[in-house]
């Protein structure tokens, strides 16, 4: 009874929660949010009237990303957190079990169990028992989705409590994100051509095998479950009770200037500070190992590349440095004439440009070359990276939690985890386009690229610091407010969105939000892979055309794409008066 009582009332906590935080921005990056997992669910309940085997590997892919998913986008779902009940006395079991039932609440679980109905189509076509067998399946499929997702954050919530486990966490998410970006490399050296055998005995293809008669799998999602929910429970014990490092030992900062003081500031906090540490190592890790995945087939040609990738990965986790130091902004802005802005620029570089040097260097020469691009890029994307992190974070800032009040959660920095991605996505595609000049010209002239490297990072650097200290010293107040409140602040002239009606933000949402998806996958990529001869390749609808559609089909996407951005400009575009 008590048990039945606190999982109801941990439910109805979440659904009074999610009902009055959704509105304005958030509920717009939820409904797309929903919006393309019900695309990429409809697609999963496809495949089950396609193929066993794709179905099967479809929910590997969805448990992937419901463990690693939460890792990388902010420390998932924390609604209802342990720290709120931790006054009450309530078992860890029960506790355990109410923030399980709280979890599925909300739009992740909803999409995911609406994915699941694969399961019932595919039951409902081999016959009624097997469609029956599909119900419990879908239960017990959701709860260890759901269960796995939370102990992998528990886990490297915990191991980021001490800076061995921060660094080998950040060192091992990095290998698993590589080694997926690389995954064609596993499948040709080991000469797999369809989908492996083992996602049918993942956790994922339980589900799938017990509707297709072995009843074995129902007992054993059962048992995985109650494993996961008791290993949790334990976890929450540890998450209320962990200590934190002790400070103890340092030497005091000595600095005689006062970029000398924020640049040893800055740099304790990369020392000191376990998210940051993760974060580094994360960069490090995904770098290395997505360029070095290639050798498995020979081939050495990306291991050069492994320094420019690593730092444009800790440019896009970096990418909210202001948002998270919190409300310590405060201490810059009640200095009269002070900016910390070149002192934390020159903080980044001492902190992430010997290791981008010598992982660069290294590479590059056990490949031997091509050393003209890649002495061009690294100039180049270091300082596009050192001038981007503070002027992203500034002109995009997403409020953050203050470091002395994080929650026993150390991955959640934010309570904007739409808005962490978005911006790390964002920073990913600038930086890119920093090192493009110099690495154009390197291609065609050879040396002469790395001189207008040197001069693309130097402006990048010059410039962009400039831009951010003006935007400080102008509109610091309000960054202070934004970060103190959590709440964009209010402006007094409407801007042409603003003016528009229901219906045309509605499209000139879709138009920007969705554009993307014909014009460059569907569009640009799938034309480059009938150019290379790759047909009937994963979602790229050109490849598998016949020969005379191929290319007027990927056109047509492209067009598509172009025709989708042109409707939100035009729609967005300031009209002029008649």
């Known amino acids: 009874m008590a048990l039945a009582l606190t999982t109801l009332t941990m439910a109805r906590m979440k659904v009074a929660v999610l009902r009055h935080s959704f509105h304005g921005t958030r509920a717009q990056t939820a409904g797309m949010g929903a919006v393309l997992g019900a695309l990429l669910a409809a697609g999963t309940i496809y495949l089950a009237f396609i193929s066993p085997d794709l179905q099967a590997a479809a929910y590997a892919v969805w ?25 009450l006395g309530l078992p860890p079991r029960r506790m355990a079990a109410g923030l399980l039932v709280a979890a599925f609440v909300g739009i992740a679980p909803l999409v995911s169990l609406t994915a699941l109905l694969g399961l019932l189509v595919a039951g409902a076509r081999l016959g009624v028992v097997n469609a029956l067998a599909a119900l419990p399946a879908m239960a017990l499929q959701l709860a260890v989705l759901v269960l796995l997702s939370k102990v992998s954050v528990a886990v490297v919530g915990l191991a980021l409590r001490t800076r061995q486990g921060a660094i080998a966490s950040g060192l091992i998410n ?52 109650a494993l996961l929910l008791g290993a949790w429970a334990a976890l929450l014990t540890r998450r209320a009770g962990a200590a934190r490092p002790s400070a103890r030992g340092r030497r005091p900062m000595r600095a ?19 998210v940051r540490n993760h974060q580094l190592t994360f960069a490090l890790s995904y770098g290395v190992c997505f360029a070095a995945s290639p050798l498995v087939l020979g081939w050495d040609g990306m ?55 010598a992982v660069t260097v290294v590479f590059t020469a056990i490949a031997d070359g091509p050393w003209p691009l890649i002495l061009a890029l690294l100039p180049a994307l270091l300082g596009g990276a050192a001038g981007l992190v503070p002027l992203v974070s500034v002109y995009g800032l997403v409020p953050g939690t203050d470091p002395h009040r994080r929650a026993g959660n150390p991955l959640r920095t934010s309570e904007d985890d739409g808005g962490m991605t978005g911006l790390a996505y964002l920073m990913l595609a600038l930086v890119l ?39 400080l010293r102008s509109h610091g107040p309000e960054l202070l407010d ?20 229901k219906t045309q933000k509605t499209i000139a949402g879709w138009c920007f939000g969705f554009g993307a998806i014909p014009l460059i996958p569907q569009g640009i990529v799938a034309a480059v892979f009938v150019a290379n001869g790759m ?21 047509a996407f492209v067009a598509l794409g172009l025709a989708m951005y042109g409707t939100g400009v035009w729609i967005v575009m300031p009209r002029s008066s008649r």
């Open 482 to 501: 934004t970060m103190r409140t959590g709440r964009k602040p209010q402006t007094t002239v409407n801007s042409r969105f603003e003016q528009l009606s």
């Open 303 to 357: 291991l050069p590349y492994a320094g420019p990738i690593f730092i444009v990965m800790a440019a896009a986790m970096a990418a909210n440095l202001y948002g998270t130091d919190g409300t310590a902004l405060w201490l810059t802005l009640m200095t009269p004439g002070a900016s910390d802005v070149r002192g934390r620029q020159l903080a980044w570089l001492s902190a992430h440009a010997p290791v981008g040097i």
């Open 63 to 87: 448990l992937l990303g419901w463990m690693l998913g939460p890792i990388f986008m902010g420390g998932g779902d924390e609604t209802l957190r342990p720290e709120y009940f931790s006054l």
């Open 433 to 471: 386009l920093t090192g493009v000049p110099a690495g154009l010209v390197a291609i065609r002239y050879g040396w002469a690229g790395v001189a207008v490297g040197v001069v693309t990072g130097v402006l990048c650097h010059w410039g962009f610091g400039l831009l951010t200290e003006r935007r």
């Open 174 to 225: 990095g290998a698993i994100l590589a080694a997926l970006g690389q995954s064609w490399v596993l499948f040709v050296a080991f000469g797999q051509t369809g989908v492996p055998a083992a996602v049918w005995y993942l956790p994922s293809g339980w589900g799938l095998l017990a509707v297709r008669g072995e009843w074995w799998a129902l007992a054993a999602l059962a048992v995985l479950a």
């Open 535 to 555: 047909l009937r390749h994963s979602w790229f609808l050109a490849t598998y055309m016949p020969p005379g559609l191929r290319y007027p089909v990927a056109a």
């Open 256 to 274: 005689a200037t006062a970029n000398g003081a924020i640049i040893a500031k800055e740099l304790r906090t990369w020392s000191r500070d376990l």
